[in-house]
T-cell receptor
Framework: GEDVEQSLFLSVREGDSSVINCTYTDSSSTYLYWYKQEPGAGLQLLTYIFSNMDMKQDQRLTVLLNKKDKHLSLRIADTQTGDSAIYFC?????????????FGTGTRLTIIP | GAGVSQSPRYKVTKRGQDVALRCDPISGHVSLYWYRQALGQGPEFLTYFNYEAQQDKSGLPNDRFSAERPEGSISTLTIQRTEQRDSAMYRCASYGRGGQETQYFGPGTRLLVL
């Protein structure tokens, strides 16, 4: 079955690094994603990683994937107030042609000045 | 348009009324997905289309929910005889093939059933 889990809340001081964790259960997932949701806005794709990769870096964002443990993390370096949002991890259905995503419950990131 | 658009952005209706939610995907995107997001939860899959064909409707909660995409572009999600438990954010996403392995989401329609 498909189930994606995240912790609900994370508080980080401005300037520190934030690490948001996610676990998933479908070992056949091909792509895993991180989306950002700000109040009143849509879901913004931050980054994604293909399942044959261990790490992907994009400016302040680093994604780590431990496929053995089915664990995905998102590290945000030098966290800023604009990073306050809810972060969702999602896995893509592996069935060819059906790209539906299964999302976690989201982690609310709060920045402490 | 440049992105996915949805209308209306907010809809308040009385229990028992029908509602129609519209999604206008990114031009040229073959696939269109509908999700529902309850408060404090992540989005949950409802249904999806490739062109005008509905490929998977396994996420629709019951037969009061239906969706169509008659010309392979704009899609409408219809909820008949709305109930209070239908209150949620309804999100649409479109997906292009041949390159980006990502879905692009619209701003959503927040539905409140009184």
């Amino acid at each position: 079955g498909e189930d994606v889990e995240q912790s609900l809340f994370l508080s980080v001081r401005e300037g520190d690094s934030s690490v948001i964790n996610c676990t998933y259960t479908d070992s056949s997932s091909t792509y895993l994603y991180w989306y950002k949701q700000e109040p009143g806005a849509g879901l913004q794709l931050l980054t994604y990683i293909f399942s044959n990769m261990d790490m992907k870096q994009d400016q302040r964002l680093t994604v780590l994937l431990n496929k053995k443990d089915k664990h995905l993390s998102l590290r945000i370096a030098d966290t800023q107030t604009g990073d306050s949002a809810i972060y969702f991890c999602a896995e893509k259905n592996p069935n060819f042609g059906n790209e539906k995503l299964t999302f976690g419950t989201g982690t609310r990131l709060t920045i402490i000045p | 348009g440049a992105g996915v658009s949805q209308s209306p952005r907010y809809k308040v209706t009385k229990r028992g009324q029908d509602v129609a939610l519209r999604c206008d995907p990114i031009s040229g995107h073959v696939s269109l997905y509908w999700y529902r997001q309850a408060l404090g939860q992540g989005p949950e899959f409802l249904t999806y289309f490739n062109y005008e064909a509905q490929q998977d409707k396994s996420g629709l909660p019951n037969d009061r929910f239906s969706a169509e995409r008659p010309e392979g572009s704009i899609s409408t999600l219809t909820i008949q005889r709305t109930e209070q438990r239908d209150s949620a954010m309804y999100r649409c996403a479109s997906y292009g093939r041949g390159g980006q392995e990502t879905q692009y989401f619209g701003p959503g329609t927040r539905l409140l059933v009184l």
